[in-house]
């Protein structure tokens, strides 16, 4: 009994141990920003394509379509195969073009894709933490 609370004290103690700890926090705490950068992006971009928070669930895929869309109103001219499979390229398509949403003013816009910016790099940063 005694060698497990030696080891327990030797294991809390060791840099590497803490390391990892440290890490893991700062991975839950980039999810965390990124959660809240995502929920202020569809928020303002519901307004432009309110069904492509349903069609695109992942929100990291969601915040790059949305990069890649913007205030397009034509969606045969982007090219979103690049961060979504095909199927969903052909449903984001079909429903754009019934969709009741009516474009963002530019400077709105602008502030999404730099919201998205954001929360791409953050997805980036944590997973460089998660590799340590």
Do not use: W
């Not at 990124?34 to 895929?61: A, G, H, M, Q, W």
């Not at 499979?85 to 400077?107: E, F, R």
């Amino acid at each position: 009994m005694k060698k497990t609370k030696h080891t327990a004290s030797t294991i809390e103690n060791d840099e590497e141990y803490s390391l990892i700890v440290d890490s893991n926090e700062m991975a839950v705490a980039i999810s965390n920003e990124i959660s809240i950068v995502c929920k202020f992006i569809r928020d303002r971009y519901s307004k432009k394509f309110p069904e492509l928070e349903t069609l695109v669930p992942n929100p990291l895929d969601y915040m790059k379509a949305v990069k890649i869309i913007q205030n397009e109103t034509d969606l045969t001219t982007v090219q979103l195969s690049d961060v979504l499979p095909p199927s969903t390229v052909m449903n984001i398509s079909m429903t754009a073009s019934n969709s009741s949403g009516k474009s963002l003013p530019a400077d709105e816009m602008q502030c999404v894709v730099e919201a998205c910016d954001v929360a791409i790099s953050l997805d980036d940063s944590r997973r460089r933490v998660k590799k340590l």
